[in-house]
């Protein structure tokens, strides 16, 4: 029995993890499909995964399909890659309903974002907002120019939209001095080279510490809402500033995680989160996938949504289509590209588990 116990203990938060990670995907897949019904778009096939098909069923018109590989999805819609002469073929729609039935999936995704933060925020105490309550005891904070009450507008001339801001875009910093923009009173004020405490890590490197305190107001409605909206905003440029860094080289490409990678996180997460008896931990990693999937989607590289909605634009601007069997060989080289830079990082996922 213990040893029943040990195993069941492992694998069930792998099992919520893949539950969850194909939510995510399901959300993104259903956008598609529902906006492609509402402008009557035949629909061939609705898979939630890849690979072998484990179940199937077929209505109407369409197939259902539930495949063993919980690494993706996909709506098959008729003429979608291929010249049809069906009224209801996506090819034979409108430019401007198209574009909306391939954006419909990314932005489900970053929708669901906002409604998961919404729950964090409303099961939290207090709502954060952006102004500085107090300063920790000892804080170099207290030798500067900054004062309690005020209101942080910009970091390093990024602008602060929520208080997950403020933490993301202090850890990104790395010589712990930082030019600020602040609100006090009814004037804006420009704050140069502000020192904050710094301690070592354990690898002896130096770190900033987050030595202010936020002020929290009481929650309502409109501010939950609010707040929940800001903070996606806050995750979306979150995610646009770490493509960047990936690019610039400042983070290395082992720290991108696939399919597997991100099913682990959430498995650990849901771990944590149960001996915690708090379920944010896991919330804000579920939000954090499902809008950083929603971005990547909207990326204009081929194989992708933003690929695909880069071409109908090009399509809007030029009253004219790109001839078909070009899109298409430039969407299959990058759908290859796309399979084998999901392979080396799915390895690299194994190889981080394995080592771990």
Known sequence: ???????????????????????????????HFTVARLFKVRINEFSIGMGPAL????????????????????????GE??????????????VWQR??????????????GVLLLGIIIACQDLVGTTTIHS???????????????????????????????ISFLLARD?????????????KKLELKNVAFTTTKTADGKTQLVYDLIILGREKNILNVTANAFKETASVVRLVWLSLLDLVTGKYSFREISGPIGTVGYIAQAAEESTSSANYAFLFNIMAFITINIGVFNLLPLPALDGGRLFFMGIEMVF???????????????????????????????IYKLIVK
């Open 81 to 94: 890659d291929e010249a049809s002469e069906d009224e209801g073929a996506f090819c034979n729609k409108k």
């Open 319 to 349: 009253r004219k289509p790109v001839p078909a069997k070009y899109e298409n060989l430039v969407h299959a080289v990058g759908l290859i590209l796309l399979l084998i830079f999901m392979a080396v990082v799915s390895f690299s996922d």
């Open 99 to 112: 574009f909306l039935i391939v954006l419909a999936g990314a932005v489900i995704n970053i929708l669901l």
């Open 55 to 78: 179940l199937k069923k077929k209505r109407k018109e369409t197939l259902y399909s539930l495949r063993l590989l919980p690494i993706g999805g996909y709506v098959k819609m008729e």
């Open 135 to 165: 300063f920790h005891e000892k804080s170099l904070l207290q030798q500067s120019e900054l004062k309690p009450g005020d209101k942080l507008v910009k970091i390093d001339g990024h602008r602060v939209f929520s208080d997950m801001d």
């Open 1 to 31: 029995m213990a040893t029943v116990a040990a195993i069941w203990g492992k694998a069930w938060p792998i099992l919520l993890a893949i539950l969850f990670f194909g939510f995510i995907i399901l959300s993104h897949e259903l956008g």
């Open 174 to 186: 790395e010589d712990s001095v930082l030019d600020l923009q602040v609100r006090r009173g009814d």
